[in-house]
Antibody, heavy 119, light 108 residues
């Protein structure tokens, strides 16, 4: 059974870069897309972007090009970098698997990691 | 419109039927997925491609679509059905995902 685990700092200073990693266990990172989603406190879900196992990516244009996504197949993990963060980037960040088997829905999610942007 | 609109809240008595709509964003041309999120937990996929269920999701949870509106129906509502529900589409032409505004389901 595939499991995802997010890791990274819980506190980031304004204007710095938020970096998170998602470790995939119980299955291979190959053949799937891998996505990041966030949820500000008390608000809804926002898609951040995805990375394919080959390294190709797509991200939410509303984030203004601040997003960088990468994958490391040898470590079975993928990563998110979000630069020039502000308080508006404070959220719970989730990683998720995007599967063709569910018509590109997100069928496996990590537990989420809370990130606060504050000085 | 580039927004997926859902009703903010739905209240339903136990054993009754809850219906949650999702409209806009020209969804009749896209696959719609639904997620259930309980407080403090990650979302769970409950319906994909309008009406299919992943394994482990009970048959009383179903999805449908009519024109530019998708609907999630929860029959014989139970206390465990409480939480937030989100619809989602993948805009293939622009290559990004959009989530709906979310609906809070309360079991009375």
């Amino acid at each position: 059974q595939v499991q995802l685990q997010e890791s990274g700092p819980g506190l980031v200073r304004p204007s710095e870069t938020l970096s998170l990693t998602c470790i995939v266990s119980g299955g291979s990172i190959s053949t799937y897309y891998w996505s990041w989603i966030r949820q500000p406190p008390g608000k809804g879900l926002e898609w951040i972007g995805y990375v394919y196992h080959t390294g190709s990516t797509s991200s939410n244009p509303s984030l203004g090009g601040r997003v960088s996504l990468s994958v490391n197949p040898s470590k079975n993990q993928f990563s998110l970098s979000l630069n020039s963060v502000t308080a508006a980037d404070t959220a719970v960040y989730y990683c998720a698997r995007v599967s063709q088997l569910v018509v590109y829905g997100m069928d496996v999610w990590g537990l989420g990691t809370a990130v606060t942007v504050s000085s | 419109s580039n927004v997926l609109t859902q009703p903010p809240s739905v209240s339903v008595a136990p054993g009754q039927t809850a219906r949650i709509s999702c409209g806009g964003y020209n969804i009749e041309r896209k696959s719609v997925h639904w997620y259930h999120q309980k407080p403090g937990q990650a979302p769970v996929l409950v319906v994909f491609d309008y009406s299919d269920r992943p394994s482990g999701i009970p048959e009383r949870i179903s999805g449908s679509n009519s024109g530019n509106t998708a609907t999630l129906t929860i029959a014989r509502v139970e206390a465990g059905d409480e939480g937030d529900y989100y619809c989602q589409v993948w805009d293939i032409s622009n290559d990004y995902y959009v989530f709906g505004t979310g609906t809070k389901v309360t079991v009375l």
